[in-house]
């Protein structure tokens, strides 16, 4: 019993750590890098690593702070697109509010859950850590554009068009243009960080789980 009081709170408390730094990095120029030809979140990383180190829940409470903190920041300073992140900017009423609650939280909360999943699925079969770090940030780098730009495609293609002054058929291109651009750039910056920051995380874990009995028998 003492032993899962010591692990649910190890674990309440690696949350609560990476959910600040999904707040900080979510509400300043931190999370945002400047690569050579465009500016690259870096919000979802510590969402990410937070499914890696502590599971697919762990991953989608993250995940869900930064939908709820992008909610806020694109209600607070509204830009072009945001009506698909913020249910006080919907042009559409009822549905288009539920829409983007979907876009800002449902998706974001999927990164943490197929992070989660998808690392423990490769330690299943045995993926040395340095194979599956890069794996996994890669995947849910691209989680989060395919689903946001997925989404907002299926759902609010007609007002992204609006937005963008161009005609519908011109969306598709639009959206595909974000998530082969914009999108791989984001997840190649996501494998270096995930797997730089992730090993010694995972190293940091290993060496507390290895003195944790000795403090025990001591």
């Not at 502590?54 to 869900?64: D, E, T, Y």
């Not at 876009?103 to 989660?116: D, E, M, T």
């Not at 599956?132 to 946001?148: I, K």
């Amino acid at each position: 019993m003492m032993n899962k009081r010591k692990h649910d709170t190890h674990w309440m408390v690696g949350v609560a750590l990476m959910a600040a730094v999904v707040v900080v990095l979510a509400s300043t120029p931190l999370g945002m890098i400047q690569l050579p030809i465009i500016k690259a979140t870096t919000t979802h990383i510590p969402v990410i690593l937070g499914a890696i180190l502590f599971g697919p829940l762990a991953g989608g409470i993250l995940g869900g702070i930064f939908g709820m903190c992008s909610m806020v920041s694109n209600t607070v300073a509204p830009t072009l697109l945001s009506f698909a992140f913020s249910p006080f900017m919907s042009t559409t009423g009822v549905s288009g509010a539920l829409k983007a609650v979907w876009i800002a939280v449902g998706c974001r909360i999927l990164i943490g859950v197929v992070s989660g999943w998808l690392w423990l699925g490769l330690k299943k079969v045995k993926v040395p850590d340095l194979a599956a770090l890069p794996v996994v940030g890669f995947v849910g780098s691209m989680t989060n554009t395919v689903c946001v730009m997925g989404s907002i495609y299926l759902l609010l293609a007609q007002q992204y068009a609006q937005v963008k002054n161009v005609g519908m058929e011109a969306v598709f291109g639009l959206v595909m243009g974000t998530v082969t651009g914009s999108g791989v750039m984001e997840a190649i910056a996501a494998v270096v960080l995930v797997t730089t920051i992730g090993k010694v995380l995972l190293q940091v874990g290993v060496a507390a789980e290895r003195r944790r009995p000795a403090r025990s028998n001591g």
